[in-house]
C-alpha cells in the first residue's frame, strides 16, 4: 500500500497536521462531509504575499491596509466543498498570486492556510509536493502538455507520480479521457489536437488523481468560443457530481457558470457574490434554458457593441484618461 496523506479532523485541540507516511488507504477522494454539513476545502486566514522590501516593495496579497498604522491585515477566505468559486479581477491584482498559494505552488509572506484540513505551512518540500499530487488537479490556461506525448500517457503521468500500477493507470486514465469526451483520441500527441481537445486532456490529467480540488487559471483564456462552451460545460458536470472547483477568469461569461464569483482590487477581495448555493446545481444546469438564453442575449449585446466600436468615426472627442480610471474601478467594484 502506498504512503498516504492521511487527514485527521479538526479537533478542539487545534487544526489537522499532516503525516506523510502513515500506513493505511490512500485517501484522494473529496473532503468527507463533517457532521454538520460539507467541509471546508480552503481556509486562508490573514494571508499576506510580498515581493521585495520597503518602498519598492510589492503587496501581491495584502487584504485591508490600516490608514494609521498601514498594518496589512490580509487576505481571509474559507471556500467549501463542492463550490465553484470564479476569481476576477484586473491584471496585477493578485489573482494568480493567490491561485499559486492555494495550489502549495508558492508560499506566502504571512498567514495561515488549511487545505482540505492539513496545515500546509509545517510541510516540507516533499511533503508538499504529495499534497500537490493528491490534494490538487491544475489547469492553465496554455495547457501546459508534455509534447510529443500520447493524451493517455499526459493523463497516466500523475498517477504513475502516485505510484498506482501500470493496468490501473491506464484504467483510470481512459476513464477521465471519457469523462471528457475524448476516448477516441487516446493515442494523439498535442500537435494532433486542437486547442479545445489539448485543454480537455488537461482538465482529464487534473481529474484522475480524484483531487479535493480543481484550480484553473485562465482555462478558457486561448479558447475560441466554442471550446470554451465545451471545457466549461464539463467543468460545471464535474462540480455538479461534487467536485470543488476554483478557476480565474477575466470573462463575465465564464464567471456565470460559478456559484459565488469573488473580485480581487490590489490584492484584496473587494466583492464576495454568491450566485447560486454551494450543495446545489451550478447555474448552467440549473436552468439550463433559462441559461442559454441569457447567453444569446449577452452574444447578441456583446456583437452590437463589437460592431459599434468598428463603425465608430475616426474624430471621437478624446476621453480624459482620469474619466477611463474612474470607469475601471467602478467595474471592479461593481
Ligand atoms: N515574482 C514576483 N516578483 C515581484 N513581483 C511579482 C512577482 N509575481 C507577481 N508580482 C506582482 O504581484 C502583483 C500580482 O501579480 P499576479 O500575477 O498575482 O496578478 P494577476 O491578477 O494574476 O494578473 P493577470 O490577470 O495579469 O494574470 C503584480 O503587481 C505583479 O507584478
Ligand atoms: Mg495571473
Known amino acids: 500500500m502506498s504512503p498516504l496523506l492521511r487527514r485527521r479532523r479538526t479537533t478542539e485541540t487545534g487544526p489537522a497536521e499532516v503525516g506523510p507516511l502513515e500506513e493505511g488507504p490512500v485517501e484522494v477522494g473529496l473532503a468527507e462531509p463533517g457532521p454538520w454539513g460539507p467541509a471546508p476545502v ?15 516593495a510589492v503587496h501581491a496579497l495584502s487584504g485591508p491596509v490600516d490608514p494609521v498604522t498601514g498594518d496589512r491585515a490580509g487576505v481571509d477566505l474559507t471556500v467549501m466543498q463542492g463550490d465553484l468559486v470564479a476569481i476576477m479581477g484586473s491584471s496585477g491584482s493578485g489573482k494568480s498570486t493567490l491561485m499559486n498559494i492555494v495550489g502549495c505552488l508558492d508560499v506566502p509572506t504571512s498567514g495561515r492556510y488549511l487545505l482540505d484540513g492539513i496545515d500546509v ?11 500537490r499530487n493528491r490534494k490538487i488537479g491544475f489547469i492553465f490556461q496554455s495547457f501546459n502538455l508534455v509534447p510529443r506525448t500520447t493524451a493517455l500517457a499526459q493523463v497516466e503521468l500523475p498517477l504513475a507520480y502516485a505510484g498506482v500500477k501500470s493496468a490501473e493507470r491506464r484504467r483510470r486514465a481512459v476513464a477521465a479521457l471519457s469523462v471528457v469526451g475524448l476516448a477516441d483520441r487516446l493515442d494523439h500527441r498535442p500537435n494532433e489536437l486542437s486547442g479545445g481537445q489539448q485543454q480537455r486532456v ?3 490529467r487534473a481529474l484522475v488523481t480524484s483531487p479535493a480540488m480543481l484550480l484553473a487559471d485562465e482555462p478558457t483564456g486561448n479558447l475560441d468560443s466554442r471550446s470554451t462552451d465545451e471545457v466549461l460545460g464539463i467543468i460545471d458536470r464535474l462540480n455538479a457530481t461534487g467536485r470543488t472547483v476554483v478557476l480565474i477568469t477575466h470573462e463575465d461569461e465564464v464567471a456565470r457558470h460559478a456559484k459565488r464569483v469573488i473580485r480581487l482590487v490590489d490584492g484584496k477581495v473587494v466583492n464576495d457574490v454568491r450566485q447560486a448555493p454551494v450543495d446545489g446545481l451550478p447555474p448552467a444546469l440549473r436552468d439550463p434554458d433559462g441559461f442559454a438564453h441569457a447567453h444569446a442575449d449577452a452574444m447578441q449585446i456583446t456583437e452590437q457593441y463589437t460592431t459599434q466600436q468598428f463603425a465608430q468615426p475616426a474624430a471621437q472627442p478624446a476621453v480624459p484618461q482620469t474619466a477611463l480610471l474612474d470607469t475601471t474601478l467602478g467595474s471592479e467594484q461593481r
Open 42 to 56: 480552503i481556509e486562508v486566514r490573514s494571508l499576506v504575499k510580498s515581493y521585495g522590501e520597503g518602498e519598492g
Open 121 to 131: 505551512g509545517g510541510l516540507d518540500e516533499s511533503q508538499l509536493s504529495l499534497v
Open 202 to 204: 488537461a482538465v482529464a
